[in-house]
């Protein structure tokens, strides 16, 4: 356990989408741990293999020069065709754990979600209605659609992309929403001072706080998602039953 005096040097990442992929142990672990998905790999293999309990959705991490390294596969339902959803290495961890905390979720969602543009819309994003598009406010991230697919890119120039996340036509709108909800939050992201880790280090294109933070807060941030997460399946207890009124006193002659 790190001493309570100990500091890290954190540093606070705008925007969002260049903060780089952070640490893929904010989506594996409460999967596992909070949401009973069961893993399954090969030690030998740099992968990971997670299926959810009802075993319809697997989350596949490998690492892959030439192609996405996160994939969700669901398989169909009564009424849902199969759909899949992948994601690049340097895709924010944050907004991957977004999208497996919605599927997640035993409530289900909302039925008046907003869809991704209403959403980016309301956040200041501009449009391009003739190509079904949206782009940041600092043109580095646009969210499109195409044949009911959707992808949202984050580049640092012509072809130079930096990560892409993709979502097959049938993928459920609220987990997409929930994707471009952490996507378009102004707040930046805390990254563990690392400039080898960042997608750019452009001062043009990124600012950068440095923060001095307990190191106790970061060693407990996990263990605080795991429990948040773990609550939502904990069923609340049943309030206790009215007592019966006492009895009635017997007349005595």
């Known amino acids: 356990m790190p001493d309570s005096s100990q500091t890290v040097d954190v540093d606070f990442i705008a925007p969002r989408s260049l903060a780089g992929g952070g640490d893929p142990a904010w989506i594996t672990v409460p999967l596992h741990r909070a949401c ?9 293999m740099p992968r990971v293999i997670l299926s959810s309990p009802d075993q319809k959705a ?6 892959d020069p030439d192609g996405q390294w996160w994939t969700i596969q669901h398989a169909a339902g009564p009424d849902r065709p199969a759909w899949y959803a992948s994601f690049g290495a340097r895709t924010p961890v ?6 497996t905390d ?23 994003w501009s449009p391009d209605h003739d190509v079904g598009m949206f782009r ?22 012509r072809k130079r992309p930096v990560w892409q996340a993709q979502f097959s036509e049938d993928t459920p709108m609220h987990l997409i929403t929930a994707f471009t909800t952490a996507l378009a939050d102004p707040a930046p992201l805390p990254r563990v001072t690392s400039p080898s880790g960042l997608p750019t280090r452009n001062p043009v ?3 950068r706080t440095r923060q001095e933070v307990p190191a106790t807060k970061i060693a407990s941030a996990l263990e605080d998602r795991v429990r948040a997460l773990t609550a939502r399946h904990t069923p609340r207890p049943a309030p206790p039953a009215n007592s019966p009124p006492p009895p009635r006193p017997r007349r005595t002659r």
């Open 36 to 44: 009973g998905w069961s893993h399954g790999h090969d030690q030998l």
């Open 205 to 207: 294109l990124i600012s």
């Open 58 to 63: 697997l989350l596949r991490l490998e690492p």
């Open 136 to 157: 940041s406010p600092d043109a580095t991230t646009f969210v499109e659609t195409n044949g009911g697919a959707w992808f949202v890119t984050t580049t640092l120039g």
């Open 102 to 124: 919605a599927l997640t979720d035993p409530a289900g969602h909302p039925p008046t979600a907003r869809t991704p543009f209403e959403l980016i819309d309301a956040a200041g």
């Open 94 to 99: 944050e907004f991957i754990a977004a999208f």
